[in-house]
């Protein structure tokens, strides 16, 4: 190859790479939050996301399954907003208008305290009996069948 070309190409990539590297330092334009107009967008998606939980019957509220179209569009309505204005979400503004949101729709969902129960004691005694009796079923087939190799060789 000749030296000169060689020389050439080395020149273009370190360019090349020069210039891939200064893009990449350079700081894009970023959008400053604005905490009013955020507020403001947080409030329109929640009207909407009220108005849909109109239509879903209160005891229906903490079964997720009854409405997760419309907590799927309320979150993707403040993620969206958020972005679009210039804010990280979620924030701390945001944060607190979701909680708010859950305190009004979802204060009533809380989990009430499950007992646990042993089960009864004959099922309790199936269950504790046949790994024990499986296990000693092995351990003598293990011995059967290593004293009968012995006597077999």
């Not at 790479?17 to 893009?23: E, P, T």
């Not at 399954?65 to 804010?87: D, K, L, P, Q």
């Not at 989990?111 to 504790?128: A, G, Q």
Request: glycine share 2%; hydrophobic share 45%; with cysteine.
């Amino acid at each position: 190859m000749d030296p000169n070309l060689l020389t050439l190409f080395k020149l273009s990539l370190i360019f090349d790479a020069d210039g891939a590297d200064q893009s990449f330092t350079q700081q894009p334009w970023l959008l400053q939050c604005n905490q009013t107009l955020l507020l403001l967008e947080m409030e329109r998606c929640g009207e909407r996301f009220s108005s849909d939980m109109n239509h879903v019957h209160p005891d229906d509220r903490c079964n997720l399954t009854h409405f997760i179209r419309e907590y799927h569009v309320f979150s993707f309505c403040t993620e969206m907003n958020a972005e679009r204005i210039g804010c990280f979400w979620p924030n701390p503004a945001v944060e607190r208008f979701i909680i708010s949101i859950h305190k009004h729709f979802f204060s009533n969902c809380s989990l009430e305290h499950v007992v646990l129960v042993d089960p009864p004691d004959d099922t309790l005694t199936l269950l504790i009996l046949v790994p024990v009796f499986l296990t000693l079923a092995m351990v003598v087939l293990v011995v059967w069948c290593s004293k009968r190799s012995d006597i077999l060789a």
